[in-house]
């Protein structure tokens, strides 16, 4: 009975190759959302979605697009992966996109780019 | 840019011991929220204090929060070797919330 939980844990791929990461939460929430955490362990939102729409789209390459097929899902698929791309992926779901909710997150997917 | 910026970066005590991290943020938040992540794991959300609010108090856990210094801090009282893991603050503005690069705790048996 996971709440949040995303495939796969690790991704090891080739530089230029397509993948991608999926999550799905079954705490019924509205809002779900992709995180980057680099080797520094710096955590740095890079889209939300809200009831299957786009709510945040932060300053990220369009390499990268978020598909929302229902509230319960949120996958990322990243083309023409670069090294720079290696970092862990959290997904991370809360009841609503307003402000005084937890966020609930994901255990992460390591993706290493060679 | 980063809004959390957690001081310090590592902190290592003997189990027992009261841990204090703090944290600085730059822009207006809503509230702010603690976070704990295990070697390996995802974040796991410890405790939410509103920008109205100035202490608030969770089983061992203990959060202040300045918004005139806009800062916050965050004590774990009698440390146990479990309580090993990096500790994030997060602002939280309009719809986001803005991670800082965590304290990394090492509580030693």
């Known amino acids: 009975d996971t709440a949040v939980s995303q495939t796969p844990k690790y991704l090891v791929t080739q530089m230029g190759n397509d993948k991608s990461i999926k999550c799905e939460q079954n705490?019924?929430?509205?809002?779900m959302y992709w995180y980057k955490q680099d080797s520094k362990k710096f955590l740095k939102i890079m889209f939300s979605?809200?009831?299957?729409?786009?709510?945040i789209n932060e300053t990220v390459p369009n390499r990268f697009s978020p598909k929302s097929p229902d509230k319960a899902h949120l996958n990322l698929h990243i083309n023409s992966l670069e090294l720079g791309d290696s970092a862990v992926y959290f997904c991370?779901?809360?009841?609503?996109?307003?402000?005084?909710?937890?966020?609930?997150f994901g255990p992460g997917t390591r993706l290493t780019v060679l | 840019s980063q809004q959390g910026e957690e001081d310090p970066q590592a902190l290592s005590i003997q189990e027992g011991e009261n841990a204090t991290m703090n944290c600085s943020y730059k822009t207006s938040i809503n509230n702010l929220q603690w976070y704990r992540q295990n070697s390996g794991r995802g974040l796991v959300h410890l405790i939410l204090?509103?920008?109205?609010?100035r202490e608030k108090h969770s089983g061992r856990l203990r959060v202040t929060l300045d918004t005139s210094k806009k800062s916050s801090s965050l004590l774990i009282t009698a440390s146990r070797a479990a309580d090993t893991a990096s500790y994030f603050c997060?602002?939280?503005?309009?719809?986001?919330?803005?991670f800082g690069q965590g304290t990394r705790l090492t509580i030693n048996p």
């Open positions: 979605y809200n009831n299957k729409e786009l709510i």
């Open positions: 997060a602002g939280q503005g309009a719809q986001k919330l803005v």
């Open positions: 204090i509103r920008s109205n609010e």
């Open positions: 705490l019924g929430h509205d809002t």
């Open positions: 991370a779901s809360s009841q609503a996109a307003l402000s005084y909710n937890e966020q609930f």
